[in-house]
């Protein structure tokens, strides 16, 4: 399954930025690296997130995620998960790590692995970019096995 937008998307909003993704098949990755190369979101808050559509993958044999962004601001993203058996993001189901508020991209590989309730089938993920107001620019979303 791969996720794709307009190569111009931009989103602005207080909390609930959402893109709305497309779904298609092949390998689960969300790509916006076509033309333009990117989704610019400028978060007018600091719970700004973009969100996946439904879907169902295997969470053993998906451990890893793959962010390739640029932030402005802030120091901390999140990635949070719904399962099916648990249809609520919630902080059990959340894997914060450090971002580089430079403007650059940088590739952020995440072990998905290490939060205990990354387990049976995944069905939606959230990406939070920043906990800061500022600007974030999103290359890619990859869940790899």
Not at 20 to 49: I, N, R
Not at 64 to 83: K, P
Request: glycine residues 8%; negative net charge; charged residues 15%.
């Amino acid at each position: 399954m791969s996720w794709t937008v307009a190569p111009e998307t931009v989103a602005t909003g207080y909390g609930a930025s959402v893109i709305d993704f497309v779904a298609v098949s092949g390998g689960l990755t969300f790509t916006a690296g076509q033309t333009l190369g990117f989704v610019t979101v400028q978060t007018k808050g600091d719970d700004a997130y973009v969100g996946s559509p439904s879907f169902s993958l295997a969470a053993q044999a998906y451990p890893h995620i793959e962010i390739r962004m640029a932030v402005s601001a802030g120091n901390l993203a999140q990635v949070y998960f719904i399962t099916a058996s648990d249809q609520n993001y919630n902080e059990a189901k959340v894997l914060p790590f450090s971002v580089r508020a430079d403007g650059q991209f940088h590739t952020y590989t995440l072990d998905m692995s290490t939060v205990a309730t990354w387990v049976e089938t995944i069905s939606q993920i959230r990406i939070d970019p920043t906990n800061a107001r500022g600007s974030v620019r999103i290359d890619y979303i990859r869940i790899l096995p």
